[in-house]
């Protein structure tokens, strides 16, 4: 079993910058891969970074050169770096990794940008 915690969400304005924090209740070297969704009102759930266990990384096209993924093994945590921040990024954001044959999911944390 794995429990993902989200924090870091909350209001900015256009242009700000936010840092997403996702806390695992195990090692995250052993996910398969981990990342970062996200659901606005009426849209389906979408992806928006991810790695690898092998390292790579990958990102929606509409987040590449703002926003930045991370992990910090020792602490069980991944990250997401959001700048230049835009009112279309409001959502909920939800961690996610895949261990063994199973995905799990984070509760979300919401990211509203607005002036």
């Known amino acids: 079993q794995v429990q993902l915690v989200e924090s870091g969400g909350g209001l900015v304005q256009p242009g700000g910058s936010l840092r997403l924090s996702c806390a695992a209740s195990?090692?995250?070297?052993?996910?398969?891969?981990m990342g970062w969704y996200r659901q606005a009102p009426g849209k389906q759930r979408e992806l928006v970074a991810s790695?690898?266990?092998?390292?790579?990384?990958n990102y929606a096209d509409s987040v590449k050169g703002r926003f930045t993924i991370s992990r910090d093994n020792a602490k069980n945590t991944a990250y997401l770096q959001m700048n230049s921040l835009k009112p279309e990024d409001t959502a909920v954001y939800y961690c996610?990794?895949?261990?063994?044959?199973?995905?799990?999911w984070g509760q979300g944390t919401q990211v509203t940008v607005s002036s």
């Open positions: 790695f690898t266990k092998g390292g790579s990384t």
């Open positions: 195990r090692d995250i070297a052993d996910f398969n891969d």
């Open positions: 996610n990794a895949g261990f063994i044959i199973r995905q799990y």
